[in-house]
Structure formats: C-alpha cells, structure tokens
C-alpha cells in the first residue's frame, strides 16, 4: 500500500516562508513525477509545482520566483520551499504523486496539510 504523507503546513504572516514536505512509502517501484496542488476554499484544485524523476520543474506563473520544489529521490521525498508569501496563497497543499507500484502506474494523493498567511 503506498502512502504520501505530507507535514510543514501552518500559519505564517505575509513575506514569511514555510517548507512542506511529501514523502512516498509503500511497495514503489520507481516514481515518476512528484508534485504540489492547492485548493483553497469555494475554489478549484490547482497545479502548484511538479517535478519528474530528471529533476524538469514547472511551476504556476502566480507561484514562480516565490517557490521552489525539488526532491530526494532516495528518500522518495519532494520539498516545497515557499518564500515571499502571501495572503492568495492561503489553501490546503495536497502532494501528489505518478508511481508505479505492484505493476500499476497511477496518481496517489497525500491527505493534504493548511497553509494560512495572515497577519
């Protein structure tokens, strides 16, 4: 059974930083892409950053000189580094993961953890 499981969320005044973690368990054989989505309240799921296996990031333009992603893969583990931000980027953060496991390819989904920015 393969779990993400994701810590770092918090409450964090404007211009601060905050750091999420994702880490994948379970019978991985290799992971594909690792990723950040966020989804705040009355609003749609949205991609935040993702990165693959070769290290090739994307990122939302509302995100981009503000965060950084990247990963262990050794650990199974992505980062989030989240500087300069604002009250807009108040939301759950999912993690999300494209793995292979006992022969599948699917999308797994960490339970989520609250980012507030507020003074």
């Known amino acids: 059974q393969v779990q993400l499981v994701e810590s770092g969320g918090g409450l964090v005044q404007p211009g601060g930083s905050l750091r999420l973690s994702c880490a994948a368990s379970g019978s991985i054989l290799s992971i594909v892409t690792m990723g950040w989505y966020r989804q705040a309240p009355g609003k749609q799921r949205e991609l935040v950053a993702g990165?693959?296996?070769?290290?090739?990031?994307n990122y939302a333009d509302s995100v981009k000189g503000r965060f950084t992603i990247s990963r262990d893969n050794a650990k199974n583990t992505v980062y989030l580094q989240m500087n300069s931000l604002k009250p807009e980027d108040t939301a759950a953060y999912y993690c999300?993961?494209?793995?292979?496991?006992?022969?599948?390819?699917?999308?797994?989904w960490g339970q989520g953890t609250q980012v507030t920015v507020s003074s």
């Open positions: 990165i693959t296996s070769g290290g090739i990031t």
């Open positions: 999300n993961s494209l793995l292979i496991a006992q022969g599948v390819m699917r999308a797994y």
